[in-house]
Nanobody, 122 residues
Framework: QVVLAESGGRLVQMGESLRLSCVAS????????MGWFRQPPGKETEFVAA????????NVADDVEGRFDISRDNARNTVYLNLSRVRPEDTGVYFC???????????????WGQGTQVTVSS
């Protein structure tokens, strides 16, 4: 059974930093590229960042490049998303997921976790 448990979301002020964590189970974690996605209020889920199975390669969306970075710890079955210089438009529910194929084109797979809420106030 695949389980994705995101945590770390909270209310922050614009410009602050925070780190999200996701513990994954049910698959051989170290064999999969992993991604982060987010769903802004009233909008569809969008890609944020992805990382290769080894952690050696990453891909981030244009609107977060230079502010967010993704990392992983295969020994802990955990993927992280470090958010810095956050903006109100970064508000949303953040989800991690396995990538169906590659880190440079990460398509999520079912099931999803519950996500973690990030709210950025101005």
């Amino acid at each position: 059974q695949v389980v994705l448990a995101e945590s770390g979301g909270r209310l922050v002020q614009m410009g602050e930093s925070l780190r999200l964590s996701c513990v994954a189970s049910g698959r051989v974690f170290g064999s999969y590229a992993m991604g982060w996605f987010r769903q802004p209020p009233g909008k569809e889920t969008e890609f944020v960042a992805a990382i290769s199975w080894s952690g050696g390669s990453t891909n981030v969306a244009d609107d977060v490049e230079g502010r967010f970075d993704i990392s992983r710890d295969n020994a802990r079955n955990t993927v992280y998303l470090n958010l810095s210089r956050v903006r109100p438009e970064d508000t949303g529910v953040y989800f991690c997921n396995y990538c169906k194929s590659t880190w440079y084109h990460c398509e999520p797979v079912d099931p999803w976790g519950q996500g973690t809420q990030v709210t950025v106030s101005s």
